[in-house]
C-alpha cells in the first residue's frame, strides 16, 4: 500500500498534547506581540537605545524593569495581535475547506485515483484515441467530472461499459443523454420511457435520420415505417437466434424452464421463422402456423428450401402424440404471442399486401450502421410486451454493424455506432451479450447496458452471465441506489483498502508512551456504496484504479439549450401523439 493510502486515526491526539500545542501557540504570540509592540515603539519614541534584537531578551528586559515600555507600543501591540489573530482565522479557514468535504463519500478521495491515473479518460487522453480510431470529432461517451481536480472524463470509443444506477439517481439526465448527444456515428438505444427520445430526438435530427420503433405507443408514434424481422433470418443459424430472443423475452422473471417443452417450443418457433422466411411471407403466418398444429405447410416450405433436418424437426412435433404436441406448440405459440397484437404487428409487416404495395419506408439494418442516424427502441413490460422485437431488431442492427465493420480498415467501423441499452434487464434480454460484449468494443461498436440492480441482470443472464458481462466492461459504473449486500461487499473490495495509522497512549510509573499501529480498512464499505449520494458515482475503468466521479446532467452541460428545446417540442401535454413528428421521416 503506498503512502499516500496511510492516514492518521481521527482524534490520534490526546487532550494534553493539544493542551500542550495551545499553551505553546500562545506563549509564542506573546513572546511576538511584545516584542514587535517594543521595537517599533522605542525607534517611534526614541528609547531603548541600544537594545538587543533577540525577543527573548527584550521580552524579559520588559518584565523585569531594564526596558521601558514605550507609550506608542500598546497600540502596536493591539495591531500586531489583532495581525496574528487574522491569520489565525484565515489559516483555520483554508484548513477547514481543505478537510471539510461537502459530500460524505469524498472523504475516500484520497485514497482512490486521481491526476495521472485517469489521463487515458481525460478529454486530452480520449481525444488522442478518438483521432486514432477515426472519431476525433468527439472524444468520447461523459461519464462525469474527476474528484478531486473535477476534469471531465470519457469513456473511450473501443470500450464497452456496465452502469448499475438504483432509481431517481439521475441516471438518465447524466449519462444516457450526454451519451446520445456526443455520439459521432449512429446510435441504437432502447428504453422503456419516452424521456430520452423527447430529450434527444431533435438534436439528433439534425445528424440524420430519426426512427422510433413504438409498437406499444409509450411514446405515441405512429406506424410510419416498417422493419421485417424475417430480412434478418438468411439462415438457419439466424433462426434459431431469432428464436431465442423471442424465448428470452416471453419468459417470466424467475421461472423455471421446462426441460423439454421449453427448448422443444424455441426449436419449433425457428423451424417456422425459417419456412416464414423462405416463403416470403410476413412474420404474423408464423402465429398462425402456431395455431394449427397439423398444417403441413411449413415442412414442405423447409424440404423445397433445402433444410430437410428441420423440416424432419418440425414434422415430428406435428406427428407426436397430441397432449406432447400441445405442449410444444403451446410453449413456441406462447414465446411469439406478440405477433398477434394488431398494435405490433404493423411495425413489423407491410401494408397492401407486400413490400410494392407499402409507401411507408422500410427500415433496412444494412444500411443504418452506414449513418448518422439514431434508431429509438421502445417496450415495456407485461402482457402485450414487444420486447422480443425490441430485442430481435438492436441484435440485427449490431450484427449488420459487425458485419459492415470487417470491410473497413482494421476490421472495425471507420466511425463508432454507440449502442445504449437502457433498462437492458426489462426491454432488451439479449441472452448471448455476454459472450459478445468485449467482441463489440473491437469492431468500433461502443455499447452501454443499464441496470437498476445485479439481481435484475442475474435473472436475465444468469449468475455466471451478469458476472460474465461485469468482467468484459472496460467501464464499470455505479451511480448508487442499489442495496444488495452481496453486489455490494463485491464491490467495496474491488474499490479497495488503505492503511490507516491508530495510536494508544499508556501511562506508568510516571512516565508517558505513544504506540502506532496500521491496521487495513475498506475505502468504502457496503454501507458507505449503498448509501452513495446523488451526484457522485464510482468508476472502475480497466488499468486504472477505482475513481471518485462527480456526474454531471446535462442541464450543466453544452446540449442544455438543445435538449430543453426538444423536450418543449415533444411534450405530450403540448403536442397531442396524433401530430407528433413520427420516426423515418424527421
Known sequence: ?????????????????????????????????????????????????????????????????????????????????????????????????????????????????????????????????????????????????????????????????????????????????????????????????????????????????????????????????????????????????????????????????????????????????????????????????????????????????????????????????EKQRGGVFGTARQMAACLKIQSIAEWVTPRGGGRVGDGRPEFRPAEFVTTTDTLYSLSKEGEGSAGALVTALTAAVVEAAEEYATTQAGGRLATPMLVVLDEAANVCRWKDLPDLYSHFGSRGIPIISVFQSWAQGQVVFGRDGIRKLWSASNIKLYLGGVSEAEFLRELSELIGDYDKQTASVSYARGGRSTNHQLRRERIYDAADLAALPRGRAILLASGMRAALIRTVPWMDGPHADDVRASLRAHDPIRTPPAAAPAGGGS
Open 1 to 321: 500500500m503506498t503512502e499516500r493510502n496511510r492516514r492518521r486515526e481521527p482524534g490520534m491526539l490526546d487532550g494534553q498534547t493539544i493542551a500542550l500545542f495551545v499553551v505553546l501557540g500562545l506563549v509564542v504570540a506573546f513572546v511576538l506581540v511584545v516584542w514587535g509592540a517594543v521595537v517599533f515603539g522605542s525607534r517611534i519614541d526614541q528609547v531603548n537605545d541600544g537594545m538587543s534584537r533577540n525577543p527573548i531578551t527584550v521580552v524579559f528586559g520588559v518584565l523585569g524593569g531594564d526596558l521601558v515600555w514605550p507609550a506608542s507600543s500598546t497600540w502596536i501591540a493591539v495591531l500586531i495581535g489583532a495581525g496574528l489573530v487574522g491569520a489565525g482565522i484565515f489559516l483555520g479557514a483554508l484548513w477547514r475547506r481543505a478537510t471539510h468535504h461537502s459530500n460524505r463519500a469524498d472523504r475516500g478521495m484520497p485514497y482512490l485515483a486521481s491526476g495521472r491515473d485517469l489521463a487515458e479518460l481525460t478529454r486530452k487522453g480520449a481525444s488522442r484515441t478518438a483521432a486514432r480510431l477515426g472519431a476525433a470529432t468527439t472524444p468520447g461517451f461523459p461519464l462525469g467530472r474527476a474528484l478531486p481536480g473535477g476534469e471531465q472524463l470519457y469513456g473511450l470509443w473501443e470500450y464497452v461499459g456496465m452502469v448499475l444506477a438504483g432509481p431517481r439517481v439521475g441516471k438518465t439526465t447524466s449519462l444516457v443523454v450526454p451519451a446520445i448527444l456526443e455520439a459521432p456515428g449512429a446510435v441504437v438505444t432502447t428504453s422503456n420511457k419516452r424521456d430520452v427520445v423527447d430529450a434527444t430526438r431533435d438534436p439528433r435530427d439534425r445528424e440524420g435520420t430519426v426512427w422510433v420503433f413504438d409498437p406499444q405507443r409509450i411514446a405515441g408514434e405512429s406506424a410510419t415505417w416498417w422493419w421485417d424481422p424475417l430480412s434478418y433470418v438468411v439462415d438457419d443459424v439466424r433462426a434459431f437466434k431469432l428464436a431465442e430472443h423471442f424465448a428470452s423475452s416471453s419468459r417470466a422473471d424467475g421461472a423455471r424452464q421446462d426441460a423439454f417443452f421449453e427448448p422443444a417450443g424455441r426449436d419449433l418457433l425457428a423451424g417456422m421463422l425459417l419456412a416464414a422466411a423462405l416463403d416470403g411471407v410476413p412474420i404474423t403466418r408464423v402465429f398462425e402456423w402456431l395455431s394449427q398444429p397439423t398444417n403441413q405447410t411449413p415442412v414442405d416450405i423447409l424440404r423445397v428450401g433445402g433444410y430437410d433436418l428441420i423440416a424432419a424437426d418440425v414434422e415430428g412435433v406435428i406427428t407426436s402424440p
